[in-house]
Structures are given as structure tokens and as C-alpha cells.
């Protein structure tokens, strides 16, 4: 089946469709964007479950292994307070202050590039 952008209103604001053995779903609105992945995304989001990362090993709790609830969206937003885009002028000196060690490091023992990159 193939739906046009113009077809799109004529059909409605949210067109559904299975394609090569998926569910795909169009938005053609913005405001239906906005309201259901803004603001009931609690609701239709889900996160994949890693039965070895998540469970066995047991970083489910984690930020970027949890479950999109309460806990991971106040986690997300801590992160983001503490580590966003406007807070990293706060790391730049500490960034520079490795990156010399690195240097230094490399310079000294160049044959050994490999133990020098830290994960």
C-alpha cells in the first residue's frame, strides 16, 4: 500500500499500514506528533528489554537500559542538567588536562598507542 503526504488528510492524520512484515505508522500532523510523542509518550514508548545486558547481567536499572517510566525520564533529566549541551564548558579544562596526559603519554611511548586509549 503506499500513501501520499497529499492523500493524508483525505485518510486522516494518522495512516497505519504493514510493510515488508511491519507495522508502520504515518503522522502526517503536527499536531498529532506533538500529542502523541510529546505528550502521552509514557504511553506508546517503550524501550527494547537486552535479556543479557539488562537482566542477567543486571544493568536494567540503569538509565539507558531501563524502561521508559518515572525513573528513566527523571534520570534522562538529571543526566541532561548535569551533562547537557550547556554544561560542557564546565569539562573543557578537565578535557584539556587529559588530553595533555594522552599526549605526554603517547610521546614517551609511542610503540604503545593501544595501552594508552582508555575506554
Known amino acids: ?35 502523541l510523542l510529546e505528550k502521552r509518550s509514557n504511553i506508546y514508548s517503550d524501550r527494547p528489554v537486552l535479556p543479557l545486558g539488562g537482566e542477567i547481567i543486571g544493568w536494567g536499572r540503569g538509565i539507558p537500559l531501563s524502561q521508559h517510566e518515572a525513573r528513566h525520564k527523571t534520570g534522562r533529566k538529571l543526566l541532561a542538567q548535569t551533562m547537557g549541551k550547556s554544561q560542557a564548558k564546565r569539562f573543557w579544562s578537565l578535557q584539556e588536562w587529559q588530553t595533555a596526559r594522552f599526549l605526554q ?12 586509549i582508555r575506554w
Open 105 to 116: 603519554r603517547l610521546e614517551e611511548h609511542s610503540d604503545e598507542l593501544i595501552n594508552h
Open 1 to 35: 500500500m503506499s500513501v501520499g503526504v497529499s492523500e493524508a488528510p483525505i485518510i486522516g492524520d494518522i495512516v497505519y499500514f504493514k510493510a515488508a512484515g511491519r507495522n508502520v505508522f504515518v503522522l502526517s500532523s503536527p499536531e498529532v506528533v506533538h500529542e
